[in-house]
């Protein structure tokens, strides 16, 4: 007997909360190319952003394509911002079934060199924020049946090359996923991680890149080509769909092969 293959990938009518939502001017950045790819396959996505415009942005981008979406300004360090976004997703469209754990900032140096400061404000970002969206987004995803988690990590937590806090602050990430995970998947809650490459985005071309310094990047991958926010927005919205539906716990390395190859500080 021929197996019934669904046509779609299960995100129709349901709710997802993307962190890091926004980007400068109408680049496509990791965050906002998976909210409009949610929203794209029928998710209602709350844009949550810090720079509450950047987010905005975002929602125009969704909403001229035909979908659902609202902007949310939160600081996601902050237990109680985390907690009035589950309040606002819940509020809008009744349900949570989706977040992707998207925050985070870079530093480079070594120990010696690392500023304690410095140390501490990037784990807030890249390690505490996720615990404390994931704190405020399971109960309401117990009370819908279950839910997807996909948390954004790096391959500098694969592959070190100079930049020990990131590195660092990565490698928890991938520690968090696979223990919550264990906790919540007999709740119906799968818990994945995105492991990007050096793609190019808003983020990386905002500071600033010389063009050989671009080329480097581009011969790193194995492919030869340049990774982009959309690789990444796809392998966000595999894991967050039904499609995935026998997956958790897992690092989904999305590099065009660059960790097959030697560390270099320009990759």
Known sequence: MTPEIPDDD????????????GAREDGIGNGRA??????????????????????????????????????????????????????????????????????????????????PARWRRVMAVNVDSMFLACRAVIPAMREAGGGAIVNVSSISALRPRGLTTYSVSKSAVIGLTKAMAVDHGPEGIRVNCVAPGPVYTPMVYGRGMAPEARERRVRASVLGVEGTGWDI??????????????????????????????????T
């Open 233 to 266: 927005g796809h392998a966000v919205r595999f894991l967050a769909s039904d499609r995935a539906r026998y997956i958790t716990g897992q690092v989904l390395v999305v590099d065009g092969g660059t960790t097959l190859r030697g560390p270099s500080r320009d």
């Open 34 to 115: 998976a909210a409009i790819l949610l929203a794209a396959g029928g998710a209602r996505v709350l844009c949550v952003d810090r720079d509450v415009a950047l987010a905005e942005r975002t929602v125009a981008m969704i909403r001229d394509a035909g979908g659902t979406a609202e902007a949310f300004e939160a600081d996601v360090t902050r237990a109680a911002d985390c907690e009035a976004m589950v309040e606002a997703a819940v509020s809008h469209w009744g349900r949570l079934d989706i977040l992707d754990n998207n925050v985070g900032i870079g530093s480079r140096g070594n120990v010696v060199e690392e500023d």
């Open 10 to 21: 299960g995100l129709q009518g349901k709710v997802a909360i993307v962190t890091g939502a």
